[in-house]
């Protein structure tokens, strides 16, 4: 199978990228992504020469160029990883979130259906149901109520998505998973965030009264319900992700404090999120029983790793915190 991964550079998509070359030996991986400030090719160094892995530059937006890779790299499957993730960021800067998260899933799907791929994977987030109570899970008929631009965006890429299988015939799926967490997490989102503050002896800001809920996954579990997804999804379909690991940010905060052994006068609360979600939890028995799928890493065991993954490599997040890295790739490929 040929599979074309787009936003592979970043956090979700080079973990999905390393875990598919690891699995299949017979599949091709072509990485297809913008190296915005979140794309690091530093992510996949350990893969970069492997003969079944080729990268790519350039904006899914760009439909001459995704259709010409489709073509000669005779493209089975594309997995959209690309987007901006950052909810913060789009908050004070909506319009790029609209650009890449509605229109370039949008020329994605025009280029998945000239070219009659096999099967479209949109990568989705829970986010797009809003937010819930203190009681309830998001399953895959609950509506759809962003609160975010981030969000907004996402749902808009959604129902795109949707509609080139309802109109078009396009076999499609769409995944909507819960938070993630793990190696190669961007240190702008909160566990990261915390580890790598919390290692430099810097604040640890906490929005509002730090009770929200957000319902964690490892990331090696959601890159295997999406392999999952990719063979057995049936057209059409949503599959929602998550492990049922509810944590308050506060629990998650003084989790790594106490890790760490660092002070917890370093932790700060700061102004809320305006719009801010309250509690994520997903209900995934349709995954579970219709594609067998069933996390392997328990919280526990999956945020010691992290946060030791994070001891061990502290010059890839350095790199990034420093700005550096987007120094050395504006070099390496300039502004195409
Ligand atoms: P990320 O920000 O780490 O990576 C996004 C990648 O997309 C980067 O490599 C970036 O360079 C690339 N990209 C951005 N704009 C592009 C464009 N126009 N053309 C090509 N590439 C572009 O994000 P992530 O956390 O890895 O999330 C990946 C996907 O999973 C996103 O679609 C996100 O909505 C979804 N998701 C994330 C989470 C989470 O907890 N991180 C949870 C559920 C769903
Ligand atoms: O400094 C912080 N302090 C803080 O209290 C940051 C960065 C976050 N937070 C809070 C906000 C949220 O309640 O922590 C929680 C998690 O925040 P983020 O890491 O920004 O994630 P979230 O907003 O939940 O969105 C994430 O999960 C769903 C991803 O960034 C999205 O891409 C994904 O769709």
Not at 46 to 55: A, Q, R
Not at 74 to 96: G, K, L, M, Q
Request: overall charge negative.
């Amino acid at each position: 199978m040929n599979l074309l991964v787009t936003g592979g550079a970043g956090f979700i998509g080079s973990n999905f990228v390393r875990y598919m070359l690891e699995k299949y030996s017979n599949y091709k991986v072509v990485n297809y992504d913008l190296l915005t400030y979140a794309g690091n090719l530093e992510n996949l160094k350990d893969v970069e020469n492997h003969p079944n892995y080729t990268f790519v530059k350039g904006n899914i937006n760009n439909r001459e160029l995704v259709d010409y890779l489709v073509k000669t790299h005779e493209i089975d499957v594309i997995i959209n990883f690309a987007a901006e993730s950052h909810v913060d960021r789009s908050i004070t800067d909506p319009d790029i979130f609209v650009k890449t998260n509605v229109l370039g899933t949008q020329a994605l799907l025009d280029v998945a259906k000239a070219n009659n791929i096999k099967k479209y994977v949109q990568i989705s987030t829970d986010e797009v149901y809003g937010t819930l109570g203190e009681t309830g899970y998001f399953t895959e008929q609950t509506p759809l109520a962003p609160n975010s631009p981030y969000s907004a965006s996402k749902a808009g890429g959604d129902l795109l998505v949707r509609v080139y299988h309802e109109t078009y015939g396009l076999n499609a799926n769409i995944t909507r998973c819960s938070n993630n967490y793990g190696p190669y997490h961007f240190p702008e989102k909160l566990i990261p965030l915390m580890i790598t503050n919390a290692l430099e002896g810097k604040e640890l800001p906490i929005y509002g009264d730090g009770q929200n809920i957000r319902d964690w996954l490892h990331v090696k579990d959601h890159c295997a319900a999406i392999d999952l997804v990719i063979h057995k999804g049936r057209p059409g379909e949503v599959y929602n992700i998550g492990g049922h690991n509810e944590r308050t940010n506060n629990e998650i905060v003084y989790l790594i404090v106490e890790k760490l052994g660092v002070s917890k006068d370093l932790i700060k609360y700061v102004a809320d999120r305006p719009g801010h979600d309250r509690r994520y939890a997903i209900d995934p028995t349709k995954i579970m029983t219709e594609l067998g799928w069933k996390p392997q890493y328990t919280f526990e065991t999956g945020i010691l790793e992290t946060i030791q993954w994070y001891i061990d490599n502290q010059e890839w997040w350095k790199n990034i915190k420093s700005g550096e890295y987007m120094n050395y790739y504006q070099k390496q490929y300039g502004d195409r």
